[in-house]
């Protein structure tokens, strides 16, 4: 395990805006965590192309079960994909650099593999949506349908109401808007969904699909917790720890600031490469190119102990153009942070050019007339094996990008065993 010093040290980089590549780190974690240049990559049985968690979840399962050399390429300055988190030095606050990331799984193996690497604090995660400015609880529970009535419904009494704006739905939905109608009627559906959703996709939600809105539950109870899952938490010292542990084993190479690309072509035919980048320019964008959504996101530091008293404030009509505002420190109350400092970030969403950061698969119909084509020529590309959100163009939440490589960890290892 990561020690504290190491990790003290590993922060320190990190807000000093030099790179916290796992190199820097290696004096305090050992000869273990060296990040040796690339070298012969000819020595290494495996190539695993990203540091997110599904790339350092299979190199850590082919190591540890196979004892083989395994090398892992990152073309950022840092490991662990988009679940990386900087510590700021002036503030002590842990800022999630590319969007809030909140554990949680139900997955009894997930949950068993991943308390091996980290502990986890007890933090549930809620959040609160301002519309019209008022501030109602988020996902729509019983407590914000009698907010947004001044009523005091029972669950029943809310429940019918819901069924009552929700009539006119009377056909199968078959997009995000009339998914939404059916399950909360129009006036929550306009108050709390559309302009959000209309920030977040730039898309009329009429054209999107409902599966979108089915990760949201709705509840006839007060319980205002944003996800329904067993387990829950966050890293008790950070992401970049989590992950640094994850890499941590002498036969695990991993390089920064390497694009894969640059050294495919001495690639050898009995090597296996697990690629986890984008599935469309693995083949050069030859059947076009995917869509994807970006993030902005705009961080300050206040000077004030507490801007808005949660972790995550949605931000529901559209006059607004960002979609929330995150707040890192009431992720960890049990820290210790700089008083009468906080550190927020405003969210915009936008559609990404193919020079930005994918965030969402948009996964429109000929995104996935598309998809079909590029997995036909994945099939056929022998030992390689495309993983991860990028590599199979899909939402994936960590705790579903875990145990996919776990699966995916398996039959590299019974196939070697073979
Ligand atoms: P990534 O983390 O994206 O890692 C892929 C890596 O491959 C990247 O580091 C990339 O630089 C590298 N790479 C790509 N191409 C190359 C190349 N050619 N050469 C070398 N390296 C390359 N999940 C949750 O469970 N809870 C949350 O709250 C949550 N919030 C999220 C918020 C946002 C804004 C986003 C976008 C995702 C969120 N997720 C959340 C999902 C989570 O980030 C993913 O599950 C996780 O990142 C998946 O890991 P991965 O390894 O598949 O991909
Ligand atoms: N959503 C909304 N209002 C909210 C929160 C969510 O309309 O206050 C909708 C929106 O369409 C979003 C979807 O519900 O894309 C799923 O929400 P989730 O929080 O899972 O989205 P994420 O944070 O992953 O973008």
Known sequence: MISQSALQQLN???????SAIVTELSAELGESMHSHPVGDIAQYSHIV??????????????????????????KRNHIGGNAYSEFDSETGIEIHTYGSHLFHTSNEKVWEYVNRFTTFTNYVHRVKTKSKNQIFSMPINLHTINQYLDKSLSPDEARDWVKECSAEITAQPGNLEDKAISLIGRPLYEAFIQGYTQKQWQTDPKQLPEAIISRLPVRYNYDDRYFNDTYEGLPTNGYTAWLVNLA????????TNVDFFDLKHQVQENQKVIYTGPIDRYFNYSEGVLGWRTLDFKTQTLDIEDFQGTSVMNYADLDIDFTRIHEYKHFHPERTYTPNKTIITHEYSRFASRDDEPYYPINTDSDRVMLTKYRELADKEENVYFGGRLGRYQYLDMHMAISSALGLAEELINDSKS
């Open 49 to 74: 192309v990203g540091s997110g968690f599904f790339g350092l979840t299979v190199a850590e399962q082919l190591v540890s079960k196979l004892n083989t050399p395994v090398l892992v390429l990152e």
């Open 248 to 255: 941590n084993h002498p036969k695990i190479n991993v390089v």
């Open 12 to 18: 320190e980089h990190s807000c000093n805006g030099k």
